[in-house]
């Protein structure tokens, strides 16, 4: 009687630390082409990554949280905020049934920035700030005062108060937050480019645009010395810079900077991209300002339409836009397209920021003016 066939051996399951190796190579890859602008490629890794743990570790596990957290950074750097918002959420999940350690504080304090910097990009700002204080305790529970997760946490802070026009806690947090890693690093990291960028950008929304640049100045040179001269993080300091020297008058240098984002911007992620969209708003502002109407209003136009596709009909930054392009229709006489712009920004802000900010004042006093001096919004 023949033996029946023997049946194949089941493939063993890697062992833990193999499944955990091999998800964190894929999140570093991801990571890898995420900073070279590739996000195909890096949604791909990340997505492959977490499918990894859920198949060999179980979807609870923390290393879940680590992809979660990747995917998250990808989806925002796609100006996507609610997949941000739906991974950011699932690792705060993940994470709160996890056991404690340093590595899963730090997690946590990680899922909370991303669930912060998610309500930020989203115009939600009172939300943010309330989220990164709920980070910042997390940090200086787990780490202490000085460590650079809490300056993570400062820095995220101090952009809500940035955005709800409270520019003198919001200077402190950032000048706290850069002691933290000078002492760390020392004064040359390029992860100090970030708050100076942002603190420039602080010192320009309060109309001290002469303040800020040198410290936009510094970040360009500090991750331009990291990063090298095409890279899209250097981009972003450059039209930050651009900004402040517009607001000074130095429209020459300042074009000149927005013209090279926009180019590593394009390049890095295609022409639908927030990034695009901001500077090229700033830009058309600044052709508005030299009498180019024309041009500004193709530019400004341009950047709605890119706007109003990835942040949604009722975002702050997207109200910026249509104000300023409500401003260029009054001065080419367009009264009714002006207003109809106008009105439909005085809305989006009313809806988003709280009472009494500068920019509804402004905003205000563009629509009740119609067809009188009214002013572009910074």
Request: charge should be positive.
């Amino acid at each position: 009687m023949s033996a029946s066939p023997a049946s194949a051996p089941r493939a063993a399951r890697p062992a833990r630390g193999q499944a955990a190796a091999g998800a964190r190579a894929l999140r570093d890859r991801a990571l890898r082409h995420l900073s070279m602008g590739m996000l195909g490629e890096a949604r791909s890794d990340a997505g492959e990554a977490l499918a990894l743990v859920a198949r060999e570790l179980g979807p609870a596990d923390p290393e879940a949280a680590g992809a979660l957290l990747v995917l998250w950074r990808i989806a925002a750097a796609s100006g996507d905020p609610p997949a941000a918002e739906a991974h950011a959420r699932r690792a705060v999940l993940v994470l709160a049934r996890a056991r404690r350690g340093g590595e899963i504080k730090r997690l946590r304090v990680h899922a909370w920035l991303a669930l912060a910097a998610t309500a930020r990009l989203q115009g939600r700002y009172a939300d943010a700030a309330a989220r990164a204080r709920r980070a910042l305790r997390l940090a200086e529970a787990a780490f202490g005062a000085r460590d650079v997760e809490v300056a993570a946490c400062l820095n995220e802070l101090a952009m809500s108060c940035k955005y709800r026009a409270r520019f003198a806690e919001g200077a402190r947090l950032y000048r706290r937050a850069i002691r933290v890693l000078e002492r760390v690093h020392g004064p040359d990291h390029p992860d100090l480019a970030p708050l100076l960028h942002n603190l420039g950008g602080l010192e320009h929304a309060r109309g001290r645009a002469a303040r800020g640049e040198p410290f936009a100045r510094r970040s360009v040179a500090l991750r331009e010395a990291a990063l090298g001269p095409e890279h899209p993080l250097v981009a972003e300091d450059a039209a930050a810079l651009a900004a402040i020297l517009d607001a000074q008058g130095k429209r020459g240098e300042a074009a000149a900077l927005y013209r090279r984002a926009l180019a590593i911007f394009e390049r890095a992620y295609g022409p639908a991209h927030h990034e695009v969209a901001f500077t090229t708003s700033n830009l058309a502002a600044l052709l508005y300002a030299e009498g180019e109407l024309d041009a500004a209003a193709r530019l400004f136009r341009k950047a709605i339409g890119t706007m109003e596709g990835f942040l949604g009909p009722t975002h702050p930054d997207l109200a910026m836009a249509l104000n300023n392009l409500g401003v260029l229709r009054l001065r080419q006489g367009k009264r009714a397209a002006a207003r109809r712009l106008l009105e439909r920004a005085l809305s989006i802000y009313e809806a988003t920021l709280g009472p009494g900010h500068p920019t509804i004042a402004a905003c205000r006093e563009n629509l009740a003016e119609a067809g009188h001096a009214a002013s572009i919004v910074a």
